[in-house]
């Protein structure tokens, strides 16, 4: 498409002259690439790749990255505050006034091209990697052939070289020669690129190819092609599911312990995660001011902020209203209902009623591509480590230890603890701030994938009373399962119905299944359940 | 102890708030009402319109007032509550006597306060762009009707420049403003050529956070065909999440371009916009738009404040489409009272046609002189990677606002201006 002729060029240099003479990017070739309209720009930098101008691609880098300044007839790059002359390299001043050159996407597109074709045969084998990546984007034709041949017969690394062969094959896919076509089709149905999809869809389509025997093919390599790309699709409602599984199990964790164990009706349970998200905005500011150089980790000290501010908190609530309130859910249910609004309006006094920016750490940012259209988010894997890191703690604090056990037997007999010498107020105090600490957890997680504002928690306490309530009451594995399978379920239905109904849907099922399992998925078997 | 110190502080306060009604119960005030939610779900859009009116407020009155008075705004809170929105408007006309209402943001709560407008004939100024199909004799519209924005920039799309794309995905939050608007880009979109099967429809609910399942159908839909672009509705604070998720999962501006309606400086706030960079927004104004006018507004802006604290802008000031919408409503309704001498309603209503105003934007905007609406320019940005955008396109000239679209056929024949009552 865009790039063809360019590419066209390239390949033409590359073929003829490539290594030989070199020719030196005039200033006027530079001023005639930045600036004008995209017509003549994409013109001007289609000769200048022609004539193989050496510092093409600094500058093609740069004008990629926003760097380049105009400042009259002259072009200079302006990276990590030095000024260079775009077409010379050499030190140069900033003028006053000096406009910034600005790119549309097609340009973008251009400038990309020029650099994949630039590089396709560079030593290093991760930029040939990253310039066959881009070639792959743009649509070739027959006149480009050259080039990838010759990438190909030069391509050393196995990975990239098929996948030259592959891209050879979307040239050959129209060329004249049946015998070619049939080849390339059959090489096709080994590709796993949606692009080729639609290439082979607009093949078989009107206009296409006429021939019998490679429609066949091309019909056998399209099937395949997509069967391939289905268990991407299939893999990622799968990922997906249990990405949004991960995110309600931790945002019900929390309220696992404060109203599944201890069974308080808390509905400030947002509120906590509001707060543990606040504290990590907090955090990133006072990283961000004072240790600019370990900003990445901001989060790592995040979380422990976060829980220690939220069970303080939480402390506090259990103290100051909560522990007046045991055994008098009605009650419970108003006043944490009325915590919640102050605490709301609290954030917003301190911070003000727009949400705040808090950035994901670079290491948090982008993605890993496990295939060509699946692309799993590093902050998304990150949570569900972080779930599992969480749970696993949680697991193991209320199992093995001697805090565990005195929460268990608190909740399951008060009255029997206290007589053995446990201070049940102190564990009631303890027990509902750690569920609050946990709560804050949730928040650090939250604030890497969506919004940060004072109405944070409503968004979410619904949805983890669904998942505590559908879990079954005062059971973490509960809690888990339906954490989980909510997601999937949720993500399942999203794919077919669309997010709106999808929603719509998942609730219903849940009033349904309430009513017909009322202590939900595991219920609280013994004595102790109808105490 | 406690108790002297709270009767003494009682007593300062009375006689603190005495002291301050006093001058302006003697002064003789033009009273104007400021009707945002500053609390709620749309806080985080509205509450800076309500600064920025008070902004200018305070710079009509520093040059003297209107017609030798001086505005007192009255603010009230209707919290993101639609019913709310038409009580406020009530005890605001019928209570305050409010000579003028700047306000609303989301078309639901416009709705709610029309009745009451027509009702009591006020007066309301709403500062956001919208669907269009509407036009009441009580109401100024200063932002964009869908020929202001949506039509040109999917216009732009299409075009060379702006990517062929021939394949698109509207994408919007489940309300009415987003189904009208795609109600009508449907319609245009098959005027030139483009059939049902090259257009998918999506929608999500308000507040929406998980954006994975969307954006792999749209990866899955634009691997099936031609150039594919996407067209986004989406409001409020779910377009954080949403290009989060694009940025995350390598979603390119040069392979699938994202232009939204909604999204502006103060939404990207909060965004790691490197990944973004390209993906692209329509509106009638931009911060990045280069002009006297516009510097001077955004140091107006800066300075406020700075000066009065306002969270979020006293770091970072931004400056958006609505903000400028809301200035230039205060102002050509200020000099539509100068010209009628009075702020009778319907007095004001015939002095605002013609309207002119020399905006931030960079153009002249002017009132329509019968159908209510600005004629103003449109721009296309792309984000750029400080979260601000960069102008790609943009009209030579104001445009004339079309709140009927033609591309909704039971439209025909409608009259380009209010019904008389």
């Not at chain 1, 027959?142 to 996948?163: R, Y």
């Not at chain 1, 001697?402 to 037997?409: A, K, S, T, Y």
């Not at chain 2, 919007?172 to 979109?189: A, C, E, H, M, Q």
């Not at chain 2, 694009?246 to 501006?253: H, P, S, T, Y």
Request: glycine share 10%; proline share 4%; charged share 20%.
């Amino acid at each position: 498409m865009l790039p063809r002729t360019l590419l066209r060029i390239a390949c033409a240099l590359l073929l003829g002259s490539a290594g030989t003479a070199c020719f030196a990017l005039t200033a006027p070739q530079a001023l005639a690439i930045a600036s004008g309209d995209s017509d003549q720009r994409i013109a001007a930098l289609n000769a200048s790749v022609a004539r193989g101008d050496d510092r093409l691609a600094v500058f093609v880098q740069a004008l990629l990255d926003d760097e380049v300044k105009v400042a009259g007839d002259k072009v200079l790059i302006v990276h990590d505050g030095k000024t260079s002359d775009a077409a010379t390299g050499a030190q140069a001043a900033l003028p006053e006034g000096a406009d910034d050159v600005t790119n549309n996407n097609r340009m973008r597109g251009a400038l990309e091209a020029a650099l994949a074709g630039l590089r396709v045969f560079s030593a290093d084998a991760a930029v040939r990697a990253a310039a066959v990546a881009e070639l792959a984007k743009a649509s070739l034709d027959e006149s480009q052939l050259p080039l990838i041949e010759k990438a190909f017969a030069a391509e050393a690394n196995p990975g990239l070289k098929s996948q030259l062969e592959r891209m050879r094959a979307t040239i050959l896919i129209s060329s004249s020669d049946r015998t070619k076509r049939l080849a390339a089709a059959a090489e096709l149905a080994g590709s796993n690129q949606g692009a080729v999809a639609s290439l082979l869809q607009e093949r078989l389509g009107a206009g296409g190819e006429a021939d019998v025997e490679v429609r066949a093919a091309l019909q056998q390599a399209l099937g395949s092609v997509r069967a391939r790309l289905a268990w991407g699709e299939r893999l990622a409602v799968v990922f997906t599911g249990i990405s949004l599984g991960s995110v309600l199990v931790l945002v019900a964790l929390g309220l696992a312990i404060t109203y599944g164990l201890m069974g308080v009706i808390n509905m400030a349970h947002g509120e906590l995660m509001m707060i543990g998200a606040y504290t990590t905005y907090v955090v990133q500011n006072l990283f961000r001011s004072y240790l600019p150089g370990l900003f990445d980790s901001y989060v790592l000290a995040a979380i422990p902020a976060a829980f220690l501010v939220s069970a303080g908190v939480g402390a506090l609530l259990e103290r100051g209203v909560i522990r007046f309130l045991y055994g008098r859910p009605l009650e419970t249910l108003l006043a944490t209902w009325g915590i919640s609004l102050v605490l709301q309006q609290a954030v917003r006094s301190l911070f003000g009623a727009q949400n705040v920016p808090v950035e994901n750490p670079s290491w948090l940012s982008g993605g890993v591509a496990v295939m060509s259209n699946l692309v799993l988010p590093y902050n998304r894997i990150a949570i569900i480590a972080f779930a599992l890191i969480v749970l696993g703690g949680v697991a193991l604090l209320i199992a093995r230890t001697r805090f565990g056990l005195f929460i268990r037997g608190v909740t399951q007999n008060r009255r029997m603890a206290s007589c053995v010498g446990v201070d049940t107020a102190r564990i009631d105090m303890l027990a509902f701030s750690f569920g609050a600490g946990i709560a804050g957890l949730g928040g650090v997680a939250l604030s890497q994938i969506g919004n940060v504002g004072p109405d944070l928690g409503q968004s979410y306490i619904v949805d983890s009373f669904l998942v505590v309530v559908l879990g079954g009451v005062g059971q973490l594995a509960g809690t888990v399962v339906a954490g989980l399978g909510l997601g999937v379920l949720n993500k399942l239905l999203e794919g077919v119905a669309g997010a709106v109904l999808a929603k719509i849907a998942v609730l219903v099922f849940i009033v349904i299944f309430i009513q017909k399992k009322p202590s939900g998925l595991f219920a609280m078997k013994g004595r102790s359940a109808e105490a | 102890m406690k108790r002297r110190f709270a009767l003494k502080a009682a007593c300062a306060a009375i006689a603190a708030s005495g002291l301050m009604s006093l001058p302006a119960l003697a002064a003789d005030t033009i009273k104007v009402g400021i009707l945002h939610s500053l609390s709620g779900t749309m806080a985080i859009s509205e509450t800076v319109l309500k600064d920025v009116a008070l902004m200018t407020i305070d710079q009509i009155n520093a040059k003297g007032g209107v017609l030798g008075k001086k505005l007192e705004p009255v603010v009230v809170d209707p919290a993101s509550n639609w019913p709310l929105f038409a009580e406020k408007a009530k005890q605001l006309i019928s209570q305050d006597k409010v000579a003028v209402v700047f306000g609303c943001w989301t078309s639901v709560s416009r709705k709610s306060v029309l009745p009451v407008f027509e009702e009591a004939n006020g007066l309301l100024f709403y500062p956001v762009q919208y669907e269009g199909e509407e036009l009441s004799k009580n109401v100024f519209y200063t932002g964009a009707a869908p020929n202001q924005q949506a039509i040109p920039a999917v216009e732009y799309l299409m075009s060379k420049d702006g990517g062929s794309a021939r394949r698109f995905v509207l994408l919007g939050t489940d309300y009415v403003y987003p189904r009208t608007t795609n109600k009508i880009l449907r319609s245009f979109l098959h005027s030139k050529g483009i059939t049902d099967a090259d257009i998918m429809e999506e929608y999500t609910p308000f507040g929406h956070s998980d954006y994975q399942t969307i954006i792999a159908k749209i990866k899955k839909f634009a691997s099936e065909g031609k150039k594919t672009a996407v067209v986004s509705t989406i409001n409020g604070d779910s377009n954080v999440p949403f290009y989060k998720e694009l940025g995350n999962q390598g979603l390119k501006a040069t392979d699938v371009p994202v232009v939204a309606f909604s999204v502006g400086e103060e939404e990207l706030r909060g965004v790691d916009t490197k990944p973004l960079v390209g993906h692209l927004a329509a509106w009638n104004y931009f911060e990045s738009i280069k002009n006297p006018t516009n510097a001077a507004f955004i140091k107006q802006w800066t300075e406020y404040s700075i000066k009065k604290g306002i969270p979020g802008h006293k770091d970072k000031p931004l400056t958006n489409d609505p903000m400028e919408a809301t200035y230039i409503g205060i102002h050509m309704w200020a000099q539509a009272v100068e010209k009628a001498k009075s702020t009778d309603p319907d007095k004001v209503i015939a002095a605002m046609a013609g309207q002119t105003f020399a905006a931030p934007g960079g153009f002249t905007s002017t009132m329509d002189a019968k159908n209510h609406h600005l004629h103003k320019p449109v721009f296309i940005g792309e984000i750029k990677s400080d979260g601000q955008f960069n102008v790609v396109w943009k009209t030579p000239g104001p445009v004339k606002a079309q709140p009927w679209s033609p591309f909704i056929p039971e439209n025909k024949g409608k009259k380009d201006e209010p019904e008389k009552k």
